[in-house]
């Protein structure tokens, strides 16, 4: 299984950017998308959960300005940040709960590989 992130880039503070995150490979089913970011020097931390019915969860941090969303059919999660901040800056990462078979209730922790996103002041 493979998640590939696209849409980060240097944007201005104030400015928007949309993130999305494909899934793909061997997948019965995906529970639960989100992103997390992290900062230099800092943690990685959650930003934003969606599960498989659309249920959301935000950081504090971001709520109001970044909306999660989903696409079921395509196995992608969104992220459309606006009124982005200067430390909103960081890479982030897609993350997916990934059921790989019938056979196996389990659902595994998927990661990819990170999307820079900068805000300048």
């Known amino acids: 299984v493979q998640l590939v992130e696209a849409g980060g880039g240097l944007v201005q503070a104030g400015g928007s950017l949309r993130l999305s995150c494909a899934a793909s490979?061997?997948?019965?089913?995906?529970?639960?998308m989100g992103w997390y970011r992290q900062a230099p020097g800092k943690q990685r931390e959650l930003v934003a959960t969606?599960?498989?019915?659309?249920?959301?969860n935000y950081a504090d941090s971001v709520k109001g300005r970044f909306t999660i969303s989903r696409d079921n059919a395509k196995n992608t999660v969104y992220l459309q940040m606006n009124s982005l901040k200067p430390e909103d800056t960081g890479i982030y990462y897609c993350?997916?709960?990934?059921?790989?078979?019938?056979?196996?209730?389990?659902?595994?922790?998927?990661w990819g590989r990170g999307t820079q996103v900068t805000v300048s002041s």
């Open positions: 969606i599960t498989s019915g659309s249920s959301t």
């Open positions: 993350n997916a709960d990934i059921r790989y078979s019938g056979y196996s209730i389990t659902h595994y922790p998927n």
């Open positions: 490979g061997t997948i019965f089913s995906i529970n639960t």
